[in-house]
Structures are given as structure tokens and as C-alpha cells.
């Protein structure tokens, strides 16, 4: 029998929350593992980036259950590159910093199982930068120290010093003081400070949840953060910076977004088409690619030989993708479509096709189904050569619209279901626990508005979540009426009276107006 060689295990830092703040390579190797190891502070996100077939573990703490031990941890990384597999152990940001990732490396070291380690953005750094608060600054602040607030590994040897006495001992260190896990230890680590000869005058902030939607600042000074804290419940994770710095808050007011939260949903390449122009505005952005465009291989014996075929119908950009993936495996010489026309729905669409070398024949005014299907059978009409096959290359779910009216037309053509749409709930579970932090949620297709309601409606009815509602706050921002439409039943359905809001754009840029113009 063949011996299996051990897979690699990339030990690899996910970085503080936020989506764009983790690495390239971290990406490249998420996208190509067998396995992925991850706990709680990784972005929920990037689990759906991985391979169809990922084995996706969780190895943190989940409702009523206490997380993995490392040990426990370190053996299912040594199993698993035992097994020949290639996996990734995602730690929230950066693996050596207080992320036990030192003692995995050791453990597969011991095993001889091949490992590397990726960096990540640190949350000591990054949480504290996210707020405004530099942890160095010319004039105020020339180091910084990293601490952790764990009471059980700042005891001596000895055991015999309390966690004060030690706290105490870095009131002598210059520049910036940075403590990580440090919430439920506030009130030793401040008066440890202050015992150590600290001005109780000293700034401090507290940074909950940096980079993300759920990021809080909580501000004080050194005699007064621990009553604070407890008055604001502030809780974990959170970064605590006690240092001058602490007076700082570079946030730029200027930008229209600024402090606004959204929920992206559709999919994952919708969700970083909105995601880029909403933090460029000063937004924060929650991504939930909840919906996998999934490529349907049955289509290529339905799509008719290119030279039979006069006009191709396109609903969305993933149609235009997967049809151009279908000809490059067939083979297909580009040249043969010259007298091909395509129909497109709208500019986003139409600009996918214009990426492929190719112009949009037929856009109609309105982005929607309906008005494309009225436009292009007008624009049939007109047309006086000869006309071949006319097929529509869209999602297996898609809108029956298209369909009837065609048909009322008089005008035959063949639906090819190209693609389908998959939900992840796990995805729409991870949403709906960021919920309460929202202030806007946005829907790209009527399919996604469901499969969002459709969870939430379940849930509710098994009782896996308390909440009977959502958060009233958040406003819904719809693609275009049909979707508004579908939040619209659904909000009447639950009794929801959150505001429903329609772009008058029907595409990326028409759902970012809404927003901004909301906001004014
Ligand atoms: N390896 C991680 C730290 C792990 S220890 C890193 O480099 O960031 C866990 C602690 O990190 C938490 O208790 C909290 O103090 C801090 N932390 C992690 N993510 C955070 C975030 N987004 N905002 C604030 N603190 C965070």
C-alpha cells in the first residue's frame, strides 16, 4: 500500500473582522483547502470562499458548549494532515499574537507534519486604528506593549503575586499600554496600573469588536473606566488601550457614510461589488453571501450550436460568466459569434459582457425582467433578417416573467437554466445574529429577500432565536420593485414595520444612492 504523504497545515491569521483585512495569500489558501479550522473570531464570511467539498470544522465556543481544547485542537490538525489533506486553521488576527498559534506550530513540528505560518492584521493594532487611536504617535506616545488582561498568565512563577501586584508593574513601561482580553479583568488592571504609580488621569478607551459592524468605543480615564464599562456593558472582544494616545479619535467626519452599518446579502461577488463604493464612502459593511451560484452541468447539451442561435438572452452577470465558461471548455473559436445579439438586463450585466470583448445589443430602460421582456419582443418585431434560436441562459429559479410574456408575444425560446442558486443558512444565521447592529440591509434579487425571510420565519418558529422580530431600525434597500415587493409580503407576513426602501437605479450604484440619499 501506498503510504499518504501529510498534507500542509497553514497556520493563518484572518485578521481583526473585517473582510478586506485579510491577506491575499490568506485568501489563496482558504480558497484552495480540504479542510478549514476555524473558532469564533474568524468572519463568517470567509467560509463561504472556500471549495464546494471543504471539510469546514469549529473548533470555538458555541451556545452551551465549551470550545475545543487545544490539545483537541492540535490533534484534529495533525489527523487531518495525516489523512493526506491540505488545511488551513484560521485564527482571528494574526496567529502568534495571543492566538495560541506558537503551540500548534510545536505540536506539528513534533509530528513532523509540514506547516507554515501566514501573518494576519493584528486586532491589537487594527481594533484600536479602526476607532481612531493611534497606538504610536510622534511626541506622545513612542512605543507600544502588548498585554494580555488573562489574570492566570500574568501570575509569576511563584503563583504567590496577585494579578494586581503584576498589573502594577507596567505602570513603569513608557509610551502605549494595549491589553487583550481584558474586559472581565478591567478593575484589577486599572488599579494595578494605579498602584504602580499611574496618573488616574491617564486615558483610556476600550475598543469592542474593531472593524466590524459592531465596533464600539468607550472612552475614560484611568479612575474611572472600570464604573464606565460596567454602565456601557461593554464585553468582549475588546481591545483596551490605557496610554495619552487614548485622547485621539482620527475619524474623518467628512465622508458622507461615516458611522452608517450595512448588511450586504446576494452573493459573494455581488456582496464585494457593494461592499468596495460603501466603505469608500465611510460605511461599515457586514457581507453575507448567503446565496452560491452554483454552475449547472447539464447545460451544455441544451445550448444549441452557436451558428443555430441569433439572439442570447442574459438576466445577470453569473449567466454571462457560465456561458462563456461553457464555450471556452467546449472549445468554442470566439470568431463564430460575430452575428451573435445579446439581450441584457442591465448595466451591470451589460458591462460583464463588455469585460468578455462583447456590446449589449438589447438593454431596456428599466432594469427589470418585465420591462426587458416588453422591450425586446417590441425590438423582435422590428427586425427583418431572418432570425434563429433565441435563448435565455439564466438561473434555474429564475423569474417566470420572462417566460410569459415572451410566450405572449408569440415568441419562442428556449429557457436554459445555466446556473442555480443555492442558499447557505449558516451564512443568513451568522446575518441575523449582527442584525441588531444594522442599519441598513440590502437586497439584491427577490430570491435572496425569501431565502433571508424564509430563515428568519423558520427560526422563529423553532424558537432558535428569542427575537420575535428585527430590529426596527434597520431599513431594507431593495435592488428594484420586484424585490421590494417580496420584502414588502414578507414584512406583512411577520408584522415587521421596518422601512422598505427601492433604488431607483435598478443595480449596485442605484442601491448606494438610496443609502446616501436616506442619509441626508
Ligand atoms: N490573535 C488575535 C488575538 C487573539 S486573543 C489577534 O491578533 O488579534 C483574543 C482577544 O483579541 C480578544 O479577547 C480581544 O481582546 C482581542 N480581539 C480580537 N479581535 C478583536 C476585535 N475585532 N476587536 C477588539 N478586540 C479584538
Not at 209 to 215: K, L, P, R, W
Not at 244 to 257: D, G, I, R, Y
Not at 431 to 445: G, V
Amino acid at each position: 500500500m501506498n503510504k499518504i504523504t501529510a498534507g500542509t497545515v497553514y497556520l493563518v491569521g484572518a485578521g481583526p473582522g473585517d473582510t478586506g483585512l485579510i491577506t491575499i495569500r490568506a485568501q489563496e489558501l482558504i480558497k484552495n483547502c480540504d479542510v478549514l479550522v476555524y473558532d469564533a473570531l474568524a468572519n463568517p464570511a470567509f467560509l463561504g470562499e472556500t471549495k464546494t467539498d471543504c471539510k469546514k470544522i469549529f473548533v470555538g465556543k458555541m451556545l452551551g458548549k465549551h470550545s475545543a481544547s487545544q490539545s483537541d485542537i492540535n490533534d484534529i490538525l495533525i489527523q487531518q494532515a495525516l489523512l493526506g489533506k491540505t488545511v488551513v486553521r484560521l485564527k482571528g488576527g494574526d496567529p502568534f499574537v495571543f492566538g495560541r498559534g506558537g503551540e500548534e506550530a510545536q505540536a506539528l513540528e513534533e509530528n513532523g507534519i509540514p506547516y507554515q505560518i501566514v501573518p494576519g492584521v493584528t486586532s491589537a493594532i487594527a481594533a484600536l486604528e479602526s476607532a481612531g487611536i493611534p497606538v504610536t504617535q510622534r511626541k506622545v506616545a513612542r512605543s507600544f506593549t502588548v498585554i494580555t488582561g488573562h489574570t492566570q498568565e500574568n501570575l509569576c512563577e511563584s503563583g504567590t503575586e496577585s494579578a494586581e501586584d503584576r498589573f502594577s508593574q507596567y505602570a513603569k513601561i513608557d509610551g502605549t499600554l494595549v491589553f487583550l482580553m481584558g474586559v472581565s479583568h478591567l478593575k484589577e488592571i486599572t488599579l494595578g496600573l494605579l498602584k504602580g504609580g499611574m496618573n488616574p488621569n491617564t486615558p483610556v478607551s476600550i475598543v469592542e469588536q474593531g472593524t466590524t459592524v459592531h465596533e464600539r468605543r468607550t472612552n475614560g480615564t484611568l479612575s474611572t473606566i472600570t464604573k464606565i464599562a460596567e454602565r456601557e456593558r461593554v464585553s468582549n472582544p475588546a481591545v483596551i488601550c490605557v496610554g495619552k494616545v487614548a485622547q485621539f479619535n482620527f475619524t474623518s467626519q467628512k465622508l458622507p457614510l461615516n458611522g452608517t452599518r450595512v448588511g450586504i446579502t446576494g452573493t459573494s461577488s455581488f456582496t464585494k461589488k457593494l461592499s468596495k463604493p460603501l466603505k469608500d464612502l465611510g460605511a461599515r459593511v457586514y457581507c453575507a453571501p448567503f446565496l452560491k451560484v452554483v454552475c449547472d452541468s447539464q447545460a451544455d447539451p441544451l445550448l444549441p450550436p452557436i451558428s443555430e442561435i441569433s439572439w442570447i438572452i442574459f438576466t445577470s452577470t453569473n449567466g454571462v460568466h457560465d456561458f462563456f465558461r461553457l464555450l471556452k471548455k467546449r472549445g468554442t473559436d470566439f470568431r463564430s459569434l460575430s452575428n451573435l445579439k445579446f439581450c441584457v438586463v442591465g448595466s451591470g450585466t451589460a458591462n460583464t459582457l463588455k469585460e468578455y470583448g462583447f456590446a449589449a445589443d438589447y438593454v431596456p430602460e428599466r432594469y427589470t425582467v418585465l420591462d426587458m421582456a416588453k422591450g425586446f419582443s417590441a425590438r423582435l418585431k422590428n427586425e427583418k433578417s431572418p432570425r434563429g434560436k433565441i435563448c435565455a441562459l439564466r438561473a434555474k429559479e429564475g423569474s417566470e416573467d420572462l417566460a410569459e410574456i415572451l410566450k405572449k408575444e408569440g415568441i419562442q425560446f428556449s429557457d436554459i437554466p445555466i446556473y442555480s442558486i443555492q442558499k447557505d443558512s449558516a451564512q443568513i444565521d451568522s446575518l441575523l445574529e449582527q442584525i441588531d447592529a444594522l442599519d441598513y440591509i440590502t437586497f439584491a434579487s427577490s430570491s435572496g429577500a425569501s431565502a433571508f425571510f424564509e430563515r428568519f420565519y423558520e427560526l422563529k418558529e423553532i424558537k432558535e432565536i428569542e427575537k420575535n422580530r428585527l430590529h426596527a431600525e434597520c431599513k431594507f434597500v431593495c435592488i428594484g420593485e420586484k424585490t421590494a415587493e417580496t420584502v414588502g409580503k414578507w414584512c406583512t407576513k411577520l408584522s415587521l414595520s421596518n422601512k422598505i426602501l427601492t433604488a431607483s437605479n435598478y443595480n449596485a450604484d442605484g442601491i448606494i444612492k438610496s443609502i446616501s440619499g436616506d442619509k441626508k
